[in-house]
T-cell receptor, first 114, second 112 residues
Framework: DQQVKQNSPSLSVQEGRISILNCDYTNSMFDYFLWYKKYPAEGPTFLISISSIKDKNEDGRFTVFLNKSAKHLSLHIVPSQPGDSAVYFCAASAPGHSGYALNFGKGTSLLVTP | DTAVSQTPKYLVTQMGNDKSIKCEQNLGHDTMYWYKQDSKKFLKIMFSYNNKELIINETVPNRFSPKSPDKAHLNLHINSLELGDSAVYFC???????????FGSGTQLSVL
């Protein structure tokens, strides 16, 4: 039962353009959302997060948007750089849900071309 | 100075063997986790420990047994390995449950 879904397995964007990665969730109890970035043969690393009391959080080139009514969040990267090429995982947690463990989507592989 | 370290990085073994993966974190976190990334790249929680106490035990075969000797360590022992156990296993930690996780670099387990 996958509660966090990333329906685009891959995305290709030109350097300098905006990358938009999407994530949908089904559990309305989720109140904390995160994006992780993963390079091959490495563990996922935290990128940015957002609490359900907000609808936007920005950190440099990275912005996460949350639409609670649609149960949808997105990660915007602008401008995209070749070093951003990686797999991006969306994750969510809910109080009391699986002991607060993060639930992950399947990831979207982003390729930023020069 | 690696925050979450797990060993070995690669593990190739025969079906039926017993193996262990070790994990240590030097972040002073209270909560540690084991995640499994299968061939479909899906990261799925297996276990969670808080201060050496088991919090989560998802539907994982009882051939998998986590051991937490202290809150900085969470090892994973797997008995009678099966082909379907082949995956990448990630250890992670967080200050408390529900907060952002810090991951180790993963252990690629291949069962032949």
């Amino acid at each position: 039962d996958q509660q966090v879904k990333q329906n685009s397995p891959s995305l290709s964007v030109q350097e300098g353009r905006i990358s938009i990665l999407n994530c949908d969730y089904t559990n309305s109890m989720f109140d904390y959302f995160l994006w992780y970035k993963k390079y091959p043969a490495e563990g996922p690393t935290f990128l940015i997060s957002i609490s359900s009391i907000k609808d936007k959080n920005e950190d440099g080139r990275f912005t996460v948007f949350l639409n609670k009514s649609a149960k949808h969040l997105s990660l915007h990267i602008v401008p995209s750089q070749p070093g951003d090429s990686a797999v991006y995982f969306c994750a969510a947690s809910a109080p009391g849900h699986s002991g607060y463990a993060l639930n992950f989507g399947k990831g979207t592989s982003l390729l930023v071309t020069p | 100075d690696t925050a979450v370290s797990q060993t070995p990085k690669y593990l190739v073994t025969q079906m039926g063997n017993d193996k262990s993966i070790k994990c240590e974190q030097n972040l002073g976190h209270d909560t540690m986790y084991w995640y499994k990334q299968d061939s479909k790249k899906f990261l799925k929680i297996m276990f969670s420990y808080n201060n050496k106490e088991l919090i989560i035990n998802e539907t994982v075969p009882n051939r998998f047994s986590p051991k937490s000797p202290d809150k900085a360590h969470l090892n994973l022992h797997i008995n009678s390995l099966e082909l379907g156990d082949s995956a990448v296993y990630f250890c992670a930690s967080s200050p408390r449950g529900g907060e952002k996780l810090f991951f180790g670099s993963g252990t690629q387990l291949s069962v032949l």
